[in-house]
């Protein structure tokens, strides 16, 4: 199996340490993973801040970087939902503008291919126990797109039972969304931030000294509002604790 | 002022207050945390949710597809049994109808049943315009008639006033709409409740005129329906002896059989309740029992407009449910009156901009006031799918386009103030789908870490005002793979 992994625009750049973790991981479970240098972005954010013609060539290009592969692992629920749940749309809309079939067909392939990370261990792999080892208290935050947009269900807390040495507390409100949302968190900074701070109560309230997610977009407005907050804990991606092993810990 | 909505402020505006009013933030969380929870209840108590959740959405999209048709056959059975019907094309029309309607009676006072669509149009402020005072029956309305306010809530209109609140205004205002409160009122609900009985049943009893809406209207038989917990809309409908229903033209639906669906989705998803305490229908007039004259004014007021969009027409399958608002974070903080209409919250997000069209600037703003979490469209009781139709909606605002307005195709100019949002974007997409631009970007911005801002001027303000911002790490994931060859020459980074 041909394993490409998308490390999403803003994994790639600003936190390429959960990338590494999910090469680490993969490795381990004997799967061969390939990174394509040529990709960038799926396009959600101009998809969603209502650009969805500028988005159109990204979603083009995503395509043709990885339309080869057997299946395509990224580390973000939100940008699995846009290939999964968002190109097909985008491809109707195509059509119904009148502009034929050839962008659903150019998007088709990539479509049922594409999973996040814990889908892909538990569905594809079928693992949940992935051999991680982390001594933390950790509290899970399910982000809204893994959450709602691809039912991700219990698959990630299925994954953290089974790490070794790990103790996962309930996060109160944990379905509720801590007020990112793209462009949303700049549009909309008042609302955003009231949202992202009682995000960060909740989680402080639990004791946990680990908040982890599978999205490090969510996690960088939970983990700036934290710093700003004063709060003492680390938000840490979901692929990092399950790359953790005794023999090389995750920082 | 209330009801009229001229001149709001956009939303992230009078967002901003709502979020800094402490009372307003722990009233509204108290109120839509408890809601919330009693409705996942009863909809667990369901096994078939799930279907009649797509027999709504099924039956609402074949009677909008439908809907000329449907309608006709409504006001023929409507006529049949001795009303009449009335159509109105916006609120002007409307208002003008209900106005001389009134003014044919004689009369110069009215009794309302809650009503989205009166508020909507501004009934109450046309009606005091031609001297016709319009009493508000259900009891949050009440609340807010008497404070000079606006409601904020589709089903709790006054949900943004705790009982202190509450107990104030009745001992300064009811006094000057009708019988005063009770001396030494206290904010017990027992005793609210009893001023407000005490007050109302003086309306019901002088009122000659009853102006409603309809949760429902049945084309079939002509039958409207109102669904409510308090019985306060029942007096209107039944006591006076001319009765003036104001409906959206999307409260249609074909048959009775499908009020079998509705009544039970509706009130599990509103009040939580397995079935509402009074649901009441009338057909027509009847002889020696309720109004004596019947009159339906058909509003559109933006519906068939809404109707010609193939993305948005789906917010017209609205019940008006509010499980939307009451799930919705952004709601739950922003309070409903910075949405700026009787719709507030995620309904009102993608209703208030298709109905009114989006040139003022809180409706270009409206369809930015949502994180696309998705909770709405998971409660929505007819399945919109809530997300979808906001995104839709940026895009008319961002991008401009085609749309519909007053029955006209028209292409619509992008929105003011989105210029340097569109020219952002395009200059984005062009390094996105030129790699070597994004890794040239990532280098400098490496290289230039240790003189990165903590605060930002521009827009990045919004972000560093209350979050730090991550610190750019010394190398991309990219250039590390490149680097290491996928890991395999970095014994830190991978271990293959
Ligand atoms: S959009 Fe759906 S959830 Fe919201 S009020 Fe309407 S029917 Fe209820």
Same mark, same amino acid.
């Given at each position: 199996?041909?394993?490409?992994?998308?490390?999403?625009?803003?994994?790639?750049?600003?936190?390429?340490?959960?990338?590494?973790?999910?090469?680490?991981?993969?490795?381990?479970?004997?799967?061969?993973?390939?990174?394509?240098?040529?990709?960038?972005?799926?396009?959600?954010?101009?998809?969603?801040?209502?650009?969805?013609?500028?988005?159109?060539?990204?979603?083009?290009?995503?395509?043709?970087?990885?339309?080869?592969?057997?299946?395509?692992?990224?580390?973000?629920?939100?940008?699995?939902?846009?290939?999964?749940?968002?190109?097909?749309?985008?491809?109707?809309?195509?059509?119904?503008?009148?502009?034929?079939?050839?962008?659903?067909?150019?998007?088709?392939?990539?479509?049922?291919?594409?999973?996040?990370?814990?889908?892909?261990?538990?569905?594809?792999?079928?693992?949940?126990?992935?051999?991680?080892?982390?001594?933390?208290?950790?509290?899970?935050?399910?982000?809204?797109?893994?959450?709602?947009?691809?039912?991700?269900?219990?698959?990630?807390?299925?994954?953290?039972?089974?790490?070794?040495?790990?103790?996962?507390?309930?996060?109160?409100?944990?379905?509720?969304?801590?007020?990112?949302?793209?462009?949303?968190?700049?549009?909309?900074?008042?609302?955003?931030?009231?949202?992202?701070?009682?995000?960060?109560?909740?989680?402080?309230?639990?004791?946990?000294?680990?908040?982890?997610?599978?999205?490090?977009?969510?996690?960088?407005?939970?983990?700036?509002?934290?710093?700003?907050?004063?709060?003492?804990?680390?938000?840490?991606?979901?692929?990092?604790?399950?790359?953790?092993?005794?023999?090389?810990?995750?920082? | 002022?209330?009801?009229?909505?001229?001149?709001?402020?956009?939303?992230?505006?009078?967002?901003?207050?709502?979020?800094?009013?402490?009372?307003?933030?722990?009233?509204?969380?108290?109120?839509?945390?408890?809601? $919330?929870?009693?409705?996942?209840?009863?909809?667990?108590?369901?096994? +078939?949710?799930?279907?009649?959740?797509?027999?709504?959405?099924?039956?609402?999209?074949?009677?909008?597809?439908?809907?000329? $048709?449907?309608?006709?056959?409504?006001?023929?059975?409507?006529?049949?049994?001795?009303?009449?019907?009335?159509?109105?094309?916006?609120?002007?029309?409307?208002?003008?109808?209900?106005?001389?309607?009134?003014?044919?009676?004689?009369?110069?006072?009215?009794?309302?049943?809650?009503?989205?669509?009166?508020?909507?149009?501004?009934?109450?402020?046309?009606?005091?315009?031609?001297?016709?005072?319009?009493?508000?029956?259900? %009891?949050?309305?009440?609340?807010?008639?008497?404070?000079?306010?606006?409601?904020?809530?589709?089903?709790?209109?006054?949900?943004? =006033?705790? =009982?202190?609140?509450?107990?104030?205004?009745?001992?300064?205002?009811?006094?000057?709409?009708?019988?005063?409160?009770?001396?030494?009122?206290? +904010?017990?609900?027992?005793?609210?409740?009893?001023?407000?009985?005490?007050?109302?049943?003086?309306?019901?009893?002088?009122?000659?005129?009853?102006?409603?809406?309809?949760?429902?209207?049945?084309?079939?038989?002509?039958?409207?329906?109102?669904?409510?917990?308090?019985?306060?809309?029942?007096?209107?409908?039944? %006591?006076?002896?001319?009765?003036?229903?104001?409906?959206?033209? @999307?409260?249609?639906?074909?048959?009775?059989?499908?009020?079998?669906?509705?009544?039970?989705?509706?009130?599990?998803?509103?009040?939580?309740?397995?079935?509402?305490?009074?649901?009441?229908?009338?057909?027509?007039?009847?002889?020696?029992?309720?109004?004596?004259?019947?009159?339906?004014?058909?509003?559109?007021?933006?519906?068939?407009?809404?109707?010609? +969009?193939?993305?948005?027409?789906?917010? %017209? $399958?609205?019940?008006?449910?509010?499980?939307?608002?009451?799930?919705?974070?952004?709601?739950?903080?922003?309070?409903?009156?910075?949405?700026?209409?009787?719709?507030?919250?995620?309904?009102?997000?993608?209703?208030?901009?298709?109905?009114?069209?989006?040139?003022?600037?809180?409706?270009?703003?409206?369809?930015?006031?949502?994180?696309?979490?998705?909770?709405?469209?998971?409660?929505?009781?007819?399945?919109?799918?809530?997300? @979808?139709?906001?995104?839709?909606?940026?895009? $008319?605002?961002?991008?401009?386009?085609?749309?519909?307005?007053?029955?006209?195709?028209?292409?619509?100019?992008?929105?003011?103030?989105?210029?340097?949002?569109?020219?952002?974007?395009?200059?984005?997409?062009?390094?996105?789908?030129?790699?070597?631009?994004?890794?040239?970007?990532?280098?400098?911005?490496?290289?230039?870490?240790?003189?990165?801002?903590? =605060?930002?001027?521009?827009?990045?303000?919004?972000?560093?005002?209350?979050?730090?911002?991550?610190?750019?790490?010394?190398?991309?994931?990219?250039?590390?793979?490149?680097?290491?060859?996928?890991?395999?020459?970095?014994?830190?980074?991978?271990?293959?």
């Amino acid at each position: 199996m041909r394993v490409a992994l998308f490390i999403t625009c803003v994994n790639d750049t600003l936190y390429p340490e959960t990338g590494r973790a999910v090469v680490r991981l993969l490795t381990r479970l004997g799967v061969d993973v390939d990174h394509p240098l040529g990709q960038t972005c799926c396009g959600q954010a101009h998809y969603n801040t209502g650009y969805r013609h500028q988005a159109e060539p990204l979603a083009r290009h995503f395509a043709d970087v990885f339309g080869a592969y057997d299946a395509i692992v990224t580390p973000s629920g939100s940008c699995a939902a846009m290939v999964r749940e968002l190109y097909p749309r985008m491809g109707e809309r195509a059509r119904a503008e009148g502009r034929g079939d050839t962008l659903a067909r150019t998007l088709a392939p990539v479509v049922p291919k594409t999973y996040e990370l814990t889908e892909f261990l538990v569905d594809v792999l079928g693992v949940t126990d992935v051999g991680a080892y982390y001594p933390h208290t950790v509290t899970y935050h399910p982000t809204c797109h893994g959450l709602r947009g691809l039912g991700l269900g219990d698959r990630p807390r299925r994954l953290l039972e089974a790490v070794g040495g790990l103790e996962l507390t309930e996060l109160p409100g944990a379905e509720e969304c801590c007020g990112f949302g793209g462009t949303f968190a700049v549009k909309n900074a008042d609302v955003s931030a009231a949202m992202g701070t009682d995000k960060v109560m909740n989680a402080a309230s639990t004791g946990a000294s680990v908040l982890c997610a599978a999205d490090n977009s969510c996690l960088m407005h939970i983990s700036g509002t934290m710093t700003r907050l004063g709060v003492g804990m680390r938000p840490v991606h979901i692929a990092e604790i399950l790359a953790s092993t005794r023999e090389e810990p995750s920082a | 002022m209330s009801g009229t909505f001229v001149g709001m402020p956009a939303f992230p505006k009078a967002a901003h207050d709502a979020v800094h009013n402490a009372t307003l933030r722990a009233n509204l969380r108290h109120a839509t945390t408890t809601i $919330r929870r009693k409705r996942a209840d009863a909809v667990a108590e369901l096994s +078939d949710w799930a279907a009649l959740r797509e027999a709504g959405k099924q039956i609402k999209d074949h009677t909008l597809r439908n809907l000329d $048709r449907y309608l006709e056959q409504l006001e023929s059975a409507v006529t049949a049994a001795g009303g009449t019907v009335h159509w109105a094309a916006d609120a002007d029309e409307a208002n003008r109808i209900v106005t001389g309607l009134v003014k044919a009676t004689g009369e110069k006072e009215v009794v309302k049943v809650k009503s989205m669509a009166t508020q909507e149009i501004g009934l109450n402020e046309a009606l005091e315009a031609a001297g016709i005072r319009a009493y508000e029956t259900d %009891l949050a309305e009440l609340i807010v008639q008497l404070g000079d306010d606006r409601p904020s809530h589709i089903l709790v209109p006054a949900i943004h =006033r705790n =009982r202190g609140e509450i107990r104030d205004i009745f001992r300064s205002e009811m006094m000057r709409w009708g019988r005063p409160a009770p001396d030494g009122l206290t +904010d017990t609900p027992a005793e609210l409740a009893e001023a407000a009985r005490l007050h109302l049943r003086e309306k019901f009893l002088r009122a000659k005129v009853g102006v409603s809406g309809a949760n429902f209207m049945v084309a079939e038989t002509g039958t409207l329906v109102v669904v409510e917990s308090e019985g306060n809309g029942r007096m209107c409908l039944t %006591l006076p002896e001319t009765l003036i229903s104001v409906v959206g033209i @999307e409260k249609t639906v074909p048959t009775w059989r499908d009020m079998e669906v509705f009544l039970q989705t509706l009130p599990r998803s509103s009040t939580a309740e397995r079935m509402n305490p009074y649901t009441s229908m009338w057909t027509g007039t009847t002889d020696g029992d309720g109004p004596r004259a019947f009159h339906l004014v058909l509003l559109d007021n933006g519906r068939t407009d809404t109707l010609a +969009d193939a993305v948005g027409r789906q917010a %017209l $399958r609205c019940i008006r449910c509010s499980a939307c608002l009451n799930v919705c974070p952004v709601y739950e903080r922003a309070g409903g009156h910075a949405y700026g209409s009787v719709y507030p919250g995620p309904i009102g997000a993608i209703l208030s901009p298709q109905l009114r069209g989006t040139g003022s600037d809180i409706d270009a703003s409206l369809p930015y006031a949502s994180t696309l979490c998705g909770a709405c469209y998971e409660v929505c009781p007819v399945a919109i799918d809530i997300p @979808e139709v906001l995104v839709h909606l940026r895009e $008319r605002v961002a991008q401009g386009g085609p749309v519909t307005r007053a029955g006209t195709k028209v292409v619509l100019k992008p929105a003011r103030g989105h210029a340097a949002e569109r020219a952002a974007m395009r200059a984005a997409r062009w390094a996105l789908t030129h790699p070597g631009a994004v890794r040239a970007g990532q280098r400098l911005a490496a290289r230039t870490r240790r003189f990165h801002p903590s =605060r930002l001027p521009g827009p990045g303000k919004a972000w560093t005002a209350t979050r730090e911002l991550p610190t750019v790490p010394r190398e991309s994931f990219g250039a590390w793979w490149k680097r290491t060859d996928g890991g395999t020459r970095d014994g830190k980074g991978g271990s293959r």
